[in-house]
């Protein structure tokens, strides 16, 4: 199993603060193949970065993901106050798919 | 538009069993494979298994092999998740969420089914 490990665990931010959140693989997985959701409380997980660094359809440009083989990473440019939210990355390098522990990000 | 939609929340007790459905609405509903996700209280996403819409074949993560069955009815475009000898520690709320053939995200969810297991 790849096992996902994301860090941190909490953050907080300013609004137009520039943040950054990691996902680690114990493995290594195609770029193609990790993928970021955003859940809010009581809310249902959405694809929001597709294969890497593609934007799922609807999401802000100032957004962004990169990262290749065991570390990955999403951007917000300058964060505001919808953001919100706890981020999950997700990986398929065979199965299980297996997702990461999250990112809480809070906003000041 | 694409849907997903989910059964309503359930309450159960310990060793009962509970069916789940997802409805899906908007597109082929063969063309894409279903997933399924459990969200315990407080706690992140865990992929439990998907299933192939086309062929019926399911696949299960280690941990829910055993009391856990999918399956599908196609002609409704629907799949269903089955938990049997239901547990305490099987409360949560379960999600399904099809997935993308190409890069094996999941594009679109369900609004999830909370199920509560308690004597």
């Known amino acids: 199993e790849n096992v996902l490990t994301q860090s941190p665990a909490i953050m907080s931010a300013s609004p137009g603060e520039k943040v950054t959140m990691t996902c680690r693989a114990s493995s290594s997985v195609s770029s193609s193949y990790l993928h970021w959701y955003q859940q809010k409380s009581g809310a249902s997980p959405k694809l929001w970065i597709y294969s890497t660094s593609n934007l799922a359809s609807g999401v802000p440009a100032r957004f962004s993901g990169s990262g290749s083989g065991t570390s990955y990473s999403l951007t917000i440019s300058s964060v505001e106050a919808e953001d919100a939210a706890t981020y999950y990355c997700q990986q398929y390098s065979g199965y299980p798919f297996t997702f990461g522990s999250g990112t809480k990000l809070e906003i000041k | 538009q694409i849907q997903l939609v989910q059964s309503g929340p359930e309450l159960k007790k310990p060793g009962e069993t509970v069916k789940i459905s997802c409805k899906a609405s908007?597109?082929?509903?063969?063309?894409?494979?279903m997933n399924w996700v459990k969200q315990a209280p407080g706690k992140g996403l865990k992929w439990m298994g998907w299933?192939?819409?086309?062929?019926?074949?399911?696949t299960y993560a280690d941990d829910f092999k055993g009391r856990f069955a999918f399956s599908l009815e196609t002609s409704a475009s629907t799949a269903y998740l089955q938990i049997n000898n239901l547990k305490n520690e099987d409360t949560a709320t379960y999600f399904c969420?099809?997935?993308?053939?190409?890069?094996?995200?999941?594009?679109?969810w369900g609004q999830g089914t909370s199920v509560t297991v308690s004597s």
């Open positions: 908007g597109y082929t509903f063969t063309n894409y494979g």
């Open positions: 299933i192939n819409t086309y062929t019926g074949e399911p």
């Open positions: 969420a099809r997935e993308t053939t190409a890069t094996k995200a999941m594009d679109y």
